[in-house]
């Protein structure tokens, strides 16, 4: 599966989780109150940190979550994406429990001005599966993932 098609995916994965939920309150003084049965998301986290509308929520906005999870402005910018950054994004998505993206970007921003150049995304990829994966540097942290860990 190509990483367009992978990401295409976890939009349709995060919108059937989206459609789990079920009220739990429709008092008149009191909006809808839903819960979620989700197998992908943590979906009550996704609502909270991307401020998002439970009554409307189509697969477009799935689209733009999976995109801002994988670091990207919108879900166009990840569709133009060049190889090297569709990879680092699934690298970012994949092991979002290992470091998050303020984290990683922190970490890239500090290497560029050690280096005192930009580094590419075929650089940073290389990074990442050195200093995440294979040496697990940030293992210190608990980071709290989008996914359940049972989606890893």
């Known amino acids: ?6 990401f295409k995916l976890q ?23 839903y819960d979620y049965a989700p197998k992908y998301f943590d979906v009550e986290m996704i609502i909270s940190d991307f401020n998002l509308d439970e009554e409307n929520f189509s697969l477009m906005n799935a689209q733009h979550v999976i995109a801002k999870i994988a670091n990207f402005e919108k879900w166009t910018s990840l569709l133009k994406a ?7 994004a699934q690298l970012l ?18 290497a560029q001005s050690m280096n005192e150049d930009e ?18 540097i940030f293992d210190y942290q608990e980071i709290e993932s989008y996914l359940l860990k049972h989606s890893y």
Do not use: C
């Not at 939009?11 to 109150?33: G, Y």
């Open 119 to 136: 580094l590419d995304a075929e650089i940073q990829v290389e990074i990442f599966k050195q200093m995440v994966i294979e040496e697990n």
């Open 93 to 110: 998505y994949d092991h979002q429990n290992k470091i998050d993206l303020i984290g990683w970007q922190f970490y890239i921003a500090d």
């Open 1 to 6: 599966m190509n990483t367009i098609d992978y």
């Open 11 to 33: 939009a349709k994965n995060l919108h059937k989780d989206f459609k789990t939920r079920i009220p739990v309150s429709d008092s008149e003084n009191t909006p809808f109150l």
């Open 82 to 88: 060049s190889p090297a950054e569709l990879e680092l």
